[in-house]
Nanobody
């Protein structure tokens, strides 16, 4: 069992930056691939980024590539999402998730989810 708690969301102007954090409970954080997803009002949850257990492999959605960076600190059981050059269309609730399976981009491939943190980008 893994419990995930996101933080770092907020209101930012277009072009600004935010860093989201996701703290995991338990001593098995390093056993999980970690991902970030987001869900805007009236839309389905969509994949943002994922990182392998060791941090050696990452994969990003085309919409955020070059602007967002996923990272993790296994010693702190925390995964981060650095978001730069934010756009109004990035507005959503952002969720972190943990997966025991290999890197995936589908929500159903992830086993544990946080409660989400709101990111609002004003124009």
């Amino acid at each position: 069992q893994v419990q995930l708690v996101e933080s770092g969301g907020g209101l930012v102007q277009a072009g600004g930056s935010l860093r989201l954090s996701c703290a995991a409970s338990g001593r098995t954080f390093g056993s999980y691939n970690m991902g970030w997803f987001r869900q805007a009002p009236g839309k389905e949850r969509e994949f943002v980024a994922t990182m392998s257990r060791s941090g050696a492999s990452t994969y990003y959605a085309d919409s955020v590539k070059g602007r967002f960076t996923i990272s993790r600190d296994n010693a702190k059981s925390t995964v981060y999402l650095q978001m730069n050059s934010l756009k109004p269309e990035d507005t959503a609730v952002y969720y972190c998730a943990a997966a025991r399976l290999p890197l995936g981009v589908r929500a159903e491939e992830y086993d544990y989810w946080g409660q989400g943190t709101q990111v609002t980008v004003s124009s």
